[in-house]
């Protein structure tokens, strides 16, 4: 049940308690208790809007960098890894199987700011050996939705 | 040169001037001059075909598949289709013989009729039933025999119903579940009711499953596949609501081998063929569309709960229905038929619903809405009718 709440706030994070009891046939009071529930536990980390800042005027640049690191005895990548996600900066930090170890989407406000914050802060970081920069030129598509153009339907209001 | 008509006499033949207009034209041309409107009246997805089906057509148009297929179908599709009916509800059609491949269950419908109406023969259909079961009756030169359904029996057309109006013309019975416009299933033990009626008194069984992949906590049933019924079946089944191909203009036609060459006969002479690219396209479905179907169909049954509890919420009382995407709200309790009930609503709060009427007799007092829309127009739809309600209470 749970299952259910929680494919509808990841549909629509502002589904109502009520639209929920209805289309799961729980009642209100365990919906809300279920969700607040999963908010204590970090099962739901965070509710948040997907935005297309290319049609507001603002400055953002993304980069991704490869980050290839030396693992550390006993602890492996994570203490490296913590490092690097405690940055603000570092919007997403994966661990890779591959040529390199991290991947760390960077945000910043210009080209200028992301690059240094790869240099003065990423790179210096000890255990890590090598970065490699890719500024992201466009975004056609993020988290499932595809950024820009929404397809319209094109339907007939009266059919049989 | 101007064609003269000859004096006082109608160029239209008397089938046609006989044949009921929609009811659902005079609202056509209301709302097209109107802006805002939420409309519940539709009939078909929300959803654009699914992008791997849709390159799948693409593909073949590059690959220079533009031309006639053979009459029955492409081979790969009919083979597509065999497999899927027999991995699906274990019926076992030849396709070589017993598949036709035609453009929508729309053309399916009228090719049966024509197959095997003789002048005057009559089929049975519930009433209400969607719009072109007695149309394409009628076209062929039968006669539609609408027996009547009740919110009683779920809208079901249950086979003591049946009976008595069976007579030395009734050739066969149309059944259509889930049922347009009201979102009716029939279990199996009901209808092996009708299988074992139809054989004692050697009636045709027309099945139109449309709608058979959008059904919700219940299973589908498959008429042919019960005991004894594939050879007295003509299995109609399409891809429009499945897999949201309205617009591609496919199904297919399964049956004995008489029945299908015989379709298949007038089929050649009308329609030549299906289009090509959507027989492409229809292949890819089939073969890996499932997972495009469950989330449909999920999807589908959130928006069915929201509304049905709506009209419930707003004391409308509502069926609930287990299959397609229509609910089918009573709206006795307003007072006006359906019609009325149906134009008020649209001129008062720009809401579209199709009266049941449109449907047959027995739709007087519900009207037709659909939930194949987003989540945020249902309640405002509802929300508008609520206050409609409020009123005119
Ligand atoms: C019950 C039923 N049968 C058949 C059809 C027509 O389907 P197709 O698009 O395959 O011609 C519809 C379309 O609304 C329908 O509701």
């Known amino acids: ?160 | 040169m101007k064609t003269q008509k000859p004096s006082g006499k109608s160029q239209i033949c008397q089938t046609v001037v006989d044949l009921p207009p929609s009811g659902i034209r005079k609202f056509f041309d209301l709302v097209a001059t109107m802006e805002g409107a939420i409309s519940l009246g539709v009939g078909e997805p929300d959803y654009v075909t699914p992008w791997h089906i849709r390159e799948a057509a693409i593909h073949s148009i590059e690959k220079g598949y533009t031309m006639y297929s053979s009459n029955s179908g492409t081979p790969e599709l009919r083979g597509a289709v065999s497999a899927y009916l027999a991995g699906r509800y274990k019926v076992n059609y030849d396709p070589t013989a017993e598949i036709l491949i035609t453009t929508g269950v729309s053309e399916g419908l009228d090719l049966v009729m024509r197959a095997i109406l003789n002048p005057g023969d009559e089929v049975i259909m519930a009433d209400p039933a969607y719009v072109s079961y007695p149309a394409c009756v009628c076209l062929a030169g039968g006669k539609a025999v609408r027996v009547p359904t009740r919110v009683e029996d779920g809208f079901e057309l249950r086979a003591e119903n049946i009976e008595p109006y069976i007579t030395k013309k009734t050739r066969a019975i149309l059944l259509g579940y889930p049922a347009n416009p009201t979102g009716a299933m029939i279990k199996r033990d009901k209808l092996v009711k009708i299988a074992q009626l139809a054989k004692r008194r050697g009636l045709l069984v027309i099945s139109d499953e449309i709608y058979a992949r959008l059904v919700y906590g219940v299973d589908e049933v498959c008429f042919a596949s019960l005991p004894a019924m594939q050879e007295t079946t003509v299995l109609l089944g399409g891809f429009s609501k499945t897999y949201a191909m309205t617009g591609w203009r496919l199904g297919y036609a399964c049956g004995n081998k008489e029945i299908i060459a015989a379709m298949t006969k007038i089929h050649q002479y009308t329609m030549l063929c299906a289009p090509i690219m959507a027989q492409k396209a229809a292949v890819e479905a089939l073969k890996n569309g499932e997972i495009s179907i469950n989330e449909m169909v999920e999807d589908y049954n959130r928006r069915r709960l929201l509304m049905v509890k709506g009209f419930n919420n707003i004391g409308l009382n509502c069926f609930e229905p287990r299959g397609a995407f229509y609910t089918f709200p009573s709206i006795k309790s307003t007072g006006m038929t359906s019609d009325q009930f149906a134009e008020k609503l649209l001129k008062e709060e720009k809401v579209v619903v199709v009266p049941g009427t449109a449907f047959g007799p027995s739709g007087e007092g519900y009207i037709r809405c659909c939930y194949a829309t987003s989540m945020t127009e249902i309640e405002e739809a509802l929300g508008r009718i609520h206050h409609f309600l409020k009123k005119h209470a």
């Open chain 1, 1 to 160: 049940m749970l299952k259910d709440i929680l494919k509808l706030l990841e549909k629509d994070a502002r589904s109502s308690h009520k639209q929920i009891a209805t289309i799961t046939g729980l009642p209100e009071k365990e919906v809300a208790a279920s969700i607040r529930k999963a908010e204590k536990d970090q099962v739901i980390l965070k509710y948040k809007a997907i935005v297309n800042w290319d049609k507001v005027e603002d400055d953002h640049v993304y980069a991704l960098i490869e980050v290839k690191v030396s693992p550390q005895r006993d602890v492996g990548f994570e203490a490296i890894a913590e490092r690097i996600y405690r940055f603000p900066q570092a919007r997403s930090v994966y661990l890779l199987s591959g040529t390199f170890d991290l991947l760390v989407i960077v945000e910043g406000k210009s080209m200028q700011e992301a690059a240094n914050f790869v240099s003065q802060k990423l790179a210096p970081v000890e255990g890590v050996q090598s970065t490699v920069t890719h500024f992201m030129l466009k975004k056609y598509k993020e988290d499932g939705e595809i950024i820009g153009s929404k397809e319209e339907l094109k339907r007939e209001p009266l059919q049989p």
